[in-house]
């Protein structure tokens, strides 16, 4: 059986993901962008079951499943193809396991929860509730949700970077967040997007607003990014700081991008505006480096360093400086050793923003 057979079998028997499938809205999705996450082999693209060969439906998976997972090599990082515009962030291994970090990090930084909107126990623990991970990633977040609790848990991306084995209330999706959303209105009672900021939105209103009208009412949206432009409280950066300009640069390019860094200052309004209620913004410190006196925060501060020094810098900025702002992959990497060796000077005090910022859809 081929994997479009795999797909549209596992389908009939996947948890509701909450596409509308049509006139009906009770309707199960219907496999065609079902993500059957796991590795891939030569025999897997080219074995196809000749009772399907002519299929459109295994064509058109087929062929999606193909481009999402091929992805284009940028001065040797994969990049994903797949989606509206281009992401600046890679998918390759190392960026996965980066992935992973950030995940324990953000999730240290937040006292070990998960979110933070007030959304009832209850809620969660409801078998028939939904959740919605934009921009799911490695799918860490959504398959700690799923463990944690029983509400059925849909992660999108664009592209198969989530492993084979889910909890079973634990499903993903290859999806756009940018294009029209495909899910029931007023279906899911939590949608939560990290890290989009991060080249990878370029309309957040009408993100925001779309995420209204797929919330039931009394559902909560939780977005959260750092803004990576660098903070003290001691005056401890140093002048010509190779981490102040290589900041400097990375928001010149997210700007040409359309992906300014500085959104998530703007999310609290543009919530309020498409009428969510309850809305707060809250910003915390995230250190650079271990240095805060706090035993948590030092360990948070200790994974950001260990990401920066182990390619997160390069991550972040390589497409955007090679390709938005045509620089030379060797300049870059002069100005990220100077910033690298800042990281590294335990006289160095620096801290980013990370805002958390999430608002309630009215109840009627």
Not at 98 to 124: G, V
Not at 133 to 156: P, R, S
């Amino acid at each position: 059986m081929s994997r479009a057979d795999d797909a549209a079998s596992s389908a009939a028997s996947a948890i509701d993901s909450g596409v509308d499938a049509g006139p009906s809205r009770d309707q199960d999705i219907q496999g065609h962008n079902l993500l059957q996450a796991g590795p891939e082999s030569d025999e897997a693209s080219t074995d196809t079951d000749e009772g399907y060969a002519d299929s459109d439906a295994s064509s058109f998976l087929s062929s999606i499943l193909s481009e999402v997972r091929r992805g284009v090599e940028i001065e040797g990082r994969l990049y994903p193809t797949y989606g509206k515009h281009e992401y600046g962030m890679p998918i390759d291994e190392k960026e996965l396991d980066r992935n992973d970090l950030q995940h324990h990090k953000y999730t240290l930084l937040l006292n070990d929860r998960l979110f933070i909107a007030p959304i009832s126990e209850e809620t969660l623990n409801t078998a028939s509730n939904h959740i919605l991970d934009l921009g799911t990633g490695t799918g860490i977040w959504a398959i700690d949700m799923a463990d944690k609790y029983q509400a059925e848990v849909l992660g999108v991306d664009i592209a198969a970077t989530q492993p084979p084995f889910v909890p079973p209330n634990c499903q993903f999706e290859i999806d756009d967040v940018e294009e029209d959303w495909p899910y029931r209105l007023d279906h899911f009672a939590l949608i939560h997007g990290r890290d989009l900021s991060m080249t990878a939105v370029r309309d957040w209103p009408r993100l925001i607003n779309q995420a209204r009208s797929h919330l039931q009412p009394g559902g909560w949206l939780q977005l959260a990014s750092t803004i990576p432009d660098i903070h003290t409280d001691d005056n401890s950066i140093p002048p010509n700081s190779g981490y102040v300009e290589a900041g400097r640069l990375y928001f010149e390019m997210a700007e040409k991008m359309g992906t300014p860094l500085d959104a998530p200052r703007k999310w609290a309004e543009q919530m309020r505006s498409a009428g969510f209620v309850n809305v707060q913004d809250v910003v915390y410190k995230l250190p650079m480096g271990p240095w805060p006196r706090s035993k948590r925060l030092r360990t948070v501060g200790r994974l950001e360093q260990i990401m920066i020094l182990e390619g997160g810098f390069e991550a972040y900025m390589l497409r955007g400086y090679t390709q938005v702002l045509g620089g030379r992959p060797e300049d870059l990497q002069i100005i990220l050793a100077l910033a690298r060796r800042e990281l590294r000077d335990p006289s160095v005090h620096t801290y980013v923003h990370y805002h958390v910022t999430y608002g309630q859809k009215p109840q009627h």
